[in-house]
């Protein structure tokens, strides 16, 4: 299957965890990708995992909370792509911790990060994207947005943002054809889930230590018998951003094993 033959991807958090595994599918599939991320370790690391793709790929050091430091990557990566036909903004952070005990900086932190950062990512992109062929892009939303999840209030706060800023894009840019879609990844091991992704910007510490883990437990998915690689998100992205996805804007797709029905 290849469909990403000829298709021009940039995809930020692309170090570590579900981004990296959205830049190997896309690989696979036969895509010209640019990876960005905090992280020169994390990016070597994808780079070492492309094996015989990796002269398809091209990586480049990107803060999506800083303006200055989108804008630089994004001319980076349109330019040695040619253009631009789908962005994927998959990098973010997750803070767990009691609300009266977070800091006014550690919530803008997330919003900073989750949601200006995708804000400034699609900024910069979409003059390039207007010009691509088949655009798409795909934020990363997640089932906290729609869904009670304790100690994540900022992060709830961030990610249904970016649900809502989805819809708000696929309306504003639907005749000129570009498509914005998101996924609600939940119930994935990644290095956001676990704490051991190399990227800053796709990881998040544990839970407070006197956590009531018979609120966090109940979200445990029904399929299988425990939490899905980030493979599986990748997959779903991958279709989104295709051919395949073409009548598909405006929404979100939540991919969770069951962990809400």
Do not use: C
């Not at 690391?45 to 999506?64: F, M, P």
């Not at 708000?168 to 939940?186: M, N, S």
């Not at 899905?228 to 991958?238: F, R």
């Amino acid at each position: 299957m290849n469909r990403y033959e000829g298709r021009r991807a940039l995809v930020t958090g692309g170090g570590s965890g579900i981004g990296q595994a959205t830049v190997l599918r896309m690989l696979a599939e036969g895509g010209r990708v640019v990876a960005a991320d905090v992280s020169d370790t994390g990016l070597a690391d994808t780079v070492a995992k492309a094996g015989a793709a990796a002269d398809r790929l091209h990586t480049v050091i990107v803060n999506i909370s800083e303006e200055a430091s989108v804008r630089a990557g994004v001319a980076d990566a349109i330019a040695w792509l040619g253009g631009l036909d789908v962005l994927v903004n998959a990098a973010g952070i997750l803070r767990s911790s009691h609300t009266h005990e977070t800091s006014l900086d550690s919530f803008e932190q997330v919003l900073r990060v989750n949601l200006v950062g995708t804000f400034l990512m699609i900024r910069e992109t979409i003059p390039a994207l207007l010009e691509g062929t088949g655009s798409a892009v795909v934020n990363f939303s997640s089932t906290s947005a729609t869904f009670a999840h304790p100690y994540m209030s900022a992060y709830a706060a961030s990610k249904g943002g970016v649900q809502s800023m989805t819809h708000a894009l696929a309306a504003e840019y639907a005749k000129q054809g570009i498509r914005f879609t998101a996924v609600q990844p939940g119930s994935i091991s990644s290095g956001m889930t676990d704490g051991t992704g190399e990227s800053k910007q796709s990881q998040g510490p544990g839970l407070p230590e006197d956590a009531d883990m018979m609120l966090f437990m109940k979200l445990q998915p029904a399929l299988g018998e425990g939490f899905a690689g980030p493979e599986t998100v990748a997959s779903v992205v991958a279709m989104l951003a295709s051919e395949d996805g073409k009548f598909i804007t405006g929404t979100e797709v939540r991919i969770d094993g069951g962990t809400h029905f």
